[in-house]
Structure formats: C-alpha cells, structure tokens
C-alpha cells in the first residue's frame, strides 16, 4: 500500500508541526511505504491530494484538524471523476477535530495509524457548495462569524477557543435577510444561523446531534432572527445538542437547499471561510462519493 500523508504544520496554532516527530514514528511503527508532505498555506493540501491521485497513491491521509482534512477531501473529489475517491485516512492532530470524533477515528496518533494500515473502508456522503466539497459541515450567517473571530485568537487552542469566539461574535451579531428554498420547505426573513451538516458536530459543539454521514442527506439546522435571551437559550441548549428541539429552531434532512442573502454573509466549508459577503449559495448532497478509512464495525 503506497500511502501519501499530507500535513499542515500550522493546524493547533502550530501543534500539529511539533507532532510530525510523532506522526514518522508511528507510520514506521505500522510498516507503511509512505511519503509526506507539508503544506504551506491555504490551498496547499487540495493541491497535493489531487496530484496524489494522479501519481497512483492508493491512500491520502490527511494529517491536522478539520480544515486540513476538508482541503485534502477537496484535492480527492476534484480527481475522482464519476466514481468514488481514492480512500482518505485521518491523523487528527488540529484543535477540535470534530470530523474524526463523529466517525470513530481515535485522537492517539499510534491508534489512527493502526486503523489505516487496517485499510478498513466505508463510503459516506459529501456536500458541495457553489463548488466547493466539504464532508463534515458548512454554514453561513452566525457560525462562519465564530470561525472569524477564532482565527483572531492565538494565545488559546482547542473547544476553548471556539468558546472565546463565539462570546465576540455574539457581541456583533445583527440578522441577516434570507430568502431560503429547501426540498419541502421554504422561509423568507431574518436569519441568524444557517448550518448544513453532514457530520454532527462543528467547533467542539453538536449542531446536528442526528447527523449520519453515510445516509444520504443533510442534517439542515435554521434559527430565525430571535429576541438576544432566546439566542441565549438556543445556544445553551446546543452545548448539550438538544436546541433542535427549540420551537424556534429547524432541523430536518435535505438533498439541496438554495439560499440568497442581503446583506451577503460570511460562509465556511469544514472551517475555512470560502467567502465573507456571499450573497447566493446553492447546496447539494453526493451520496456515497467519499472513501473513508475507519474503524471497523463492532461485532
């Protein structure tokens, strides 16, 4: 098995550079004939996935948080053409990991390299908007105002961070006027929070506690603009994944979901922002198209 890792030094404010050490040590330990290469800047892991394809790597694994993974995602469903892609493997070493949580992909590094020499594979689902792939979540509105305001923070790491970050962006937060069309449903108003979710969780939180990432849907989570104490109680009820069942609050499963926006809203796929004042956004569901290396099945 001919593997490619692909790291990004910088996933953990630069915690994952100081594990590459750790990261050789482990893929000598499990016998694997692999390459790595680290990246150096946004983009970078897209790159190096889809040429990987192309030189016949068997595996790509993406080695950082859940933006790396995105990226490297991105590189593989951009070279898969019609069929699946090339089997992806995960060594979650960036700050919330949310996507290796939500599909079994133990934190030790030893552990997650064990299970891609395992070879181990199942087919999830993947979204895409306005061209861009992601397979844990998206949103627009609220939630890529927490990622920004994270990305300004750099003394703190980790679910603390996101904590930090929503505080601010709760401090700037106005609604924004939305026009949103979705498979058996429709809303025309403001808006505070937009998420589309293949896997459940984004930022250390449940945001979409029912999310399965193999069905064939996405999990869609909608709150209107609401007095600022009803932010509040959604937003405590999401540290517990129970503020779907909010009265304000929508949740459902989707194929595609088209959306306008005035003023235009930030956007983010997987963590990184793809637009800051995007003022149209078209969602649809690829069932089955990721090959993912997990754990396997409990007997």
């Known amino acids: 098995m001919k593997v490619k890792v692909i790291l990004n030094p910088y996933a953990n404010r630069w915690g994952a550079k100081e594990r590459m050490g750790e990261v050789e040590a482990a893929l000598k330990e499990a016998a694997l004939s692999y390459d790595l290469a680290v990246t150096d800047g946004p983009g970078h892991g897209l790159r190096l996935a889809e040429t990987a394809v192309s030189e016949g790597y068997d595996v790509v694994v993406a080695a950082g948080g859940d933006g790396t993974v995105g990226e490297v995602a991105n590189g593989l469903l951009r070279a898969s053409g019609d069929g699946p892609t090339v089997p992806l493997g995960v060594l979650p070493i960036g700050s919330a990991n949310d996507f290796a949580v939500m599909t079994g ?173 995007l003022t149209h956004l078209e969602y649809r569901i690829l069932p089955g198209k990721v090959t993912l290396i997990t754990p396997p099945p409990a007997m």
């Open 105 to 277: 992909i133990p934190r030790r590094v030893s552990e997650a390299v064990r299970i891609i020499a395992a070879g181990h594979t199942r087919q999830i689902d993947a979204g895409l908007v306005n061209g861009r792939y992601f397979i844990n979540n998206s949103a627009c509105a609220m939630e890529p105002m927490v990622t920004l305001e994270s990305m300004k923070i750099h003394r703190i790491s980790g679910t603390l961070r996101y904590m930090v970050a929503l505080v601010r962006a709760l401090a700037r937060l106005k609604a924004w006027q939305m026009q949103i069309v979705w498979d058996e449903g429709q809303y025309t108003g403001p808006v505070y929070l937009v998420s589309i979710c293949n896997a459940g969780r984004s930022g250390g939180f449940m945001m979409a506690p029912q999310a399965e990432v193999g069905d064939g849907k996405l999990d869609f989570v909608f709150a209107p603009e609401v007095p600022r104490r009803t932010v509040l109680a959604i937003l405590l009820r999401l540290l517990r994944g129970t503020h779907i069942h909010h009265p304000q609050v929508e949740y459902g499963r989707i194929t595609h979901l088209s959306l306008r926006s005035q003023p235009g809203t930030p956007v983010h796929a997987d963590g990184e922002i793809i637009g800051e004042s």
